[in-house]
Every structure is written in C-alpha cells, then in structure tokens.
C-alpha cells in the first residue's frame, strides 16, 4: 500500500519540522493537539481534542495510513483499538519502555549498556537507602512525563530528603547518582521498515539547567561513534523499532554512559536538516512509510542553538554566513523552546568563531 497520509499524535515544534519534510515526500501529515494554538497547526491540518482521547485517536487513524508521533508519552492503552486501524511506528511497546525512566535503564542494563547507578523509589524510605546506597549528590525524578529538567531534584546532603519527597513524592520516582562527565554527546538513528538502518554522526550537547542550549557536530571520535553504534543496534533490533530512536550518553572517563532515550526525532538531531544529506525528519518519515532511508553523510561542520524564552534579533542573525534560521510560531514564555538557528560552514574554526558570534546575540531566559 503506498503509504501519503501520516498522523501524528502532538503538534508541537517536532511535529512541524515533520510536516515540512513530508511535503517533497509528497506526504500529507495530519495532527491531533489540544488547541490550534501549536506550531504544527500552521503548516498542516489539525484535529483538536485531548492527546489520549479514544474517539479523537480514532479519527484520527481513520485518516491516516500510518500513526506517529511528536509526543510519546501516549499510554499503551490508547493506542490499543488504534492498531487495528491503522499502523503504528514507532510501536507502542517501544513507545512504553522509553516513557518510563525505570523500564527504559533496566532495558539498557538489559542490553550490557552502561547507566548511571540508580534505585526506583516509592517511598520515603526508598529514597532514604537510595542515597545511602548510591550516595550523594543524586538527582531524584519521576519515572514518568519529565523533560527539559522538569520533574527533577538535585540533592546534596541528607537534610534535603524530606524535603525533595515533599516536592516529587506522590509520583512513582527513580534516583540517580549525580554523574560527573566531560561532555554529553547523542546518537540519532533510523530504522526502517525492512531493517535497514543508518546513524547519524554524534552531536555534542551542552544543556544547562537540564535544558539544551547548543548542539555541535559531528562530534568526531572514531572509537565512541563505534561503541554507541554498537549500543544503538542492540536498542533498534530488540525493540524491532521503526523510525528515528535518539539515545543521549555521559561521556565518563573517555566511555559511553546511556543518560535516556527518545522515541522520535529530537532537539540535538535539528542541526540534521541544514547539515545532512538528510535529515533526521525526513528520514523519519521515509522509515515509518515504508521508504528507503537517505544518506546520513554530514556537509560540514554544523552548529545549532536553541532560542529559549524569547526570539533573538533574526537580522542580525542572518546576518550571519551559513546561518539559517527557525521560528517555531510560538508565544514567549520563560525557557520555552520557541525556534533554533543552524550554522553550517565547510571550516571547522570558521564554525566556531560563528558560533561565538551567533551566541552573542541570543539570550535564554
Ligand atoms: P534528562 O531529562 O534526564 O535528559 O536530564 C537533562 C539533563 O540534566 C541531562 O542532559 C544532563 O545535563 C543533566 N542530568 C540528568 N541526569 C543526570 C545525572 N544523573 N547526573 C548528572 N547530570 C544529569
């Protein structure tokens, strides 16, 4: 069946990027949010209604030849009656385990890839032995639905357990020793239909506050791109997955230590669109639709920072050789992601140096 119409659950900056890429695909992306107040919504149509919504989902599959998402935290339940309409890439079960930072550590581990040492905690006393065990500073978060930093707690010394189960202590937690790392780098990476799979090179990360501010790639070293290659199979084929997986690593006395994973496409793949043969959207969609996946080759040195909280001067910006430029179509709002720039450059110092002078220019707040 040739596969044209792609509904995607979530309509955020993600869902957006993936609705551009499909328009030369020849692909038509519909989207289900819960107000048309959402970046996607200005490129595409959009259904309105709660994102687990049984009878919005399923009006949804009903017009789409293949479900995906820019949210994945949709519970397994919801997407149930939806296979039989329709199918659904990635699956839930891998949707599942990447929704849970518990489930996703155990498979990882599963997997012989290294995790920061951690403990599941329920309970007060749970957290108690956990940083007795694993000891101090640890960062304490919820299992599930946290991002950018959201949903987390440093703790130094004892005296601030109470305190951190007041704050986090009615969701189901995991805490986590405070892992001391040179750099953060992630690894994007498709699998398609038929198995094949392709990996972008890695991007080295900078977040502050748990937020990404800026990516740069490729990240060249040899021997870790091989290893997290190696990690990223391992990932692909017991989860049978389909579609773009992003596993972000600790770098910890020159080796690899998984952080987590994302089921789609992710913020330190971006740079992917301007940088790559192809981007990371794209081949998203080629995978979930049953296409051959494009070439990951990267076409420069590449850059990409994120705009938080409020849009930089875009003139000045632009200003800038090799720079595009991404306005997401969103309100201001403190630390909201609201667009990102990409500088591309053929030279590895001139990149830097537009680097320093790109980040000049844009304040995060
Ligand atoms: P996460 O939501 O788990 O991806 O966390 C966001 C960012 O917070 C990471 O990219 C790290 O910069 C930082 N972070 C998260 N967990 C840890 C940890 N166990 N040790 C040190 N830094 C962490």
């Known amino acids: 069946m040739k596969v044209t ?3 995607i659950v979530g309509a955020g900056q993600l869902g957006r ?4 890429a499909g328009y030369p695909l020849g692909l038509r992306c519909i989207f289900l949010d819960k107000s048309a107040d959402v970046p996607a919504a200005q490129v595409a149509s959009i259904l309105i209604g709660q994102l687990e919504d049984a009878s919005t989902l399923k009006q949804l599959a009903l017009q789409s030849d293949v479900i995906t998402f820019d949210w994945e935290n949709i519970s397994a339940a919801s997407l149930e009656p939806l296979a039989k309409i329709t ?3 990635p699956s839930a079960a891998a949707l599942q385990v990447s929704q849970d930072r518990l489930l996703e550590k155990e498979l990882l581990k599963r997997l012989k890839i290294p995790v920061v040492a951690h403990a599941q ?3 007060k006393e749970d957290l108690t032995r956990a940083v007795s065990d694993i000891g101090l500073p640890g960062i304490l978060k919820t299992r599930r639905l946290g991002y950018d930093g959201k949903g987390q707690r440093i703790i130094r010394n004892s005296s601030e357990i109470a305190d951190a189960w007041r704050e986090l202590g009615s969701q189901a937690l995991i805490y986590e020793k405070f892992q001391v790392f040179s750099r953060e780098v992630s690894l994007v990476a498709a699998r ?11 991007a080295a990360n900078t977040h502050v506050d748990g937020i990404l501010r800026y990516s740069v790639a490729p990240y060249i070293n040899m021997a870790l791109a091989r290893v997290a290659k190696t990690y990223m199979k391992r990932v692909l084929s017991v989860l049978d997955y389909v579609g773009i997986l992003t596993i972000e690593f600790f770098i910890v006395k020159g080796k690899l230590v998984a952080n987590e994973m994302a089921p789609r496409v992710h913020n330190s793949g971006h740079w992917t669109i301007e940088g790559c043969v192809t981007s990371q959207f794209e081949n998203h969609l080629r995978a979930i639709c049953g296409l051959p996946l494009g070439s990951t080759r990267p076409l420069g040195f590449a850059a990409m920072v994120n705009f938080l909280g409020q849009m930089p001067d875009r003139k000045r910006l632009l200003a800038i050789e090799g720079l595009a430029f991404h306005d997401y179509g969103k309100s201001p709002k403190p630390w909201r992601k609201l667009g990102h720039c990409t500088i591309l450059s053929k030279n590895e110092h001139r990149l830097k140096q537009a680097l320093k002078d790109a980040l000049k220019l844009i304040e995060w707040k």
């Open 5 to 7: 119409r792609v509904g």
């Open 17 to 20: 990027m993936l609705a551009l």
């Open 87 to 89: 199918a659904i890439r």
């Open 121 to 123: 905690v329920d309970s």
């Open 192 to 202: 398609s239909l038929s198995g094949q799979q392709v990996f972008y090179p890695l």
